[in-house]
C-alpha cells in the first residue's frame, strides 16, 4: 500500500524559532495536507494543498505541494509555545482516503 | 465550521463484551465516512470506508467480524468492537466527507480501554 515518510520524527526547539518538516510518498496524491493533533483529541487541519507547486500559508504556517505530486514540507515561523503537539502530513486520493505519515512531535522550549 | 462529533469520548469496558462508537455529522451530510485507528504515538491508521446504504470497504488486516460498521443515515455511522480484548484498546477517529464539498472533518477521537 501506499507509505508517507515523514520527518523529523521529533523536534526540540527556543521559542522564535522557525521549524522545518517534509512528506515524501513512493506514490502520486492528489491532495497534501497537514494536521496538528493535541493529546487525547483528533487532529486538526492547518493546511490543505490541492495542485503540484502550490504553496499555501496560513499565518505562521507555510506549507507546499511538490512538484512530483510525491512529496511536502510544512514550515512554521517565529515558533511559540502553543504550538507544541504532533504534526501529521496526509496524502488523500479522489476517492477521499487519507494516508497519513508518521507524525512529527514538536516541542518548544519557552 | 463544520462539525464531526463522537460519542463516547471514552469508554473502559471489559474483555469479551461489545462496544459501539458513533460518528456524526452534525451540520452536513456525509455519504462516506472514514474510521481510522490510532495507538499511542503512532500516526492514524485507516481501518475502513463507511459509506451510507451500503456495506463499509475494510482495509487489508481489518477484520470485519471485528469490527463492524453501520452507517445507516446520512449523518450517522457507528464502529462496534465485537468481543473486545486488551489488544483493541486504542483511539479510534472517525472522519466525514461533506457530500456537496467534499471537504473532510474528523471528529474528535473516542478512547477505548478494554480490561
Known amino acids: 500500500g501506499q507509505q508517507l515518510n515523514q520527518s523529523p520524527q521529533s523536534m526540540f526547539i527556543q521559542e522564535g524559532e522557525d521549524v522545518s518538516m517534509n512528506c515524501t510518498s513512493s506514490?502520486?496524491?492528489?491532495?497534501w495536507l497537514w494536521y496538528k493533533q493535541d493529546p487525547g483529541e483528533g487532529p486538526v487541519l492547518l493546511i490543505a494543498?490541492?495542485?503540484?507547486?502550490e504553496l499555501t500559508s496560513n499565518g505562521r504556517l507555510t506549507a507546499q505541494f511538490g512538484i512530483t505530486r510525491k512529496d511536502s514540507f510544512l514550515n512554521i515561523s517565529a515558533s511559540i509555545p502553543s504550538d507544541v503537539g504532533i504534526y501529521f502530513c496526509?496524502?488523500?486520493?479522489?476517492?477521499?482516503?487519507?494516508?497519513f505519515g508518521d507524525g512529527t512531535t514538536l516541542t518548544v522550549k519557552p | 465550521g463544520a462539525v464531526v462529533s463522537q460519542h463516547p469520548s471514552w469508554v473502559i469496558c471489559k474483555s469479551g463484551t461489545s462496544v459501539k462508537i458513533e460518528c456524526r455529522s452534525l451540520?452536513?451530510?456525509?455519504?462516506?465516512m472514514f474510521w481510522y485507528r490510532q495507538f499511542p504515538k503512532q500516526s492514524l491508521m485507516l481501518m475502513a470506508t463507511?459509506?451510507?446504504?451500503?456495506?463499509?470497504?475494510?482495509e487489508q488486516g481489518v477484520e470485519k467480524d471485528k469490527f463492524l460498521i453501520n452507517h445507516a443515515s446520512l449523518t450517522l455511522s457507528t464502529l462496534t468492537v465485537t468481543s473486545a480484548h486488551p489488544e483493541d484498546s486504542s483511539f479510534y477517529i472517525c472522519?466525514?466527507?461533506?457530500?456537496?464539498?467534499?471537504?473532510?472533518?474528523f471528529g474528535e477521537g473516542s478512547r477505548l480501554t478494554v480490561l
Open positions: 472522519s466525514a466527507s461533506d457530500s456537496r464539498s467534499r471537504e473532510l472533518f
Open positions: 506514490s502520486i496524491f492528489n491532495t
Open positions: 494543498l490541492y495542485k503540484a507547486g
Open positions: 496526509a496524502g488523500r486520493t479522489n476517492a477521499g482516503k487519507s494516508t
Open positions: 451540520d452536513f451530510q456525509a455519504t462516506t
Open positions: 463507511s459509506n451510507e446504504g451500503s456495506k463499509a470497504t475494510y
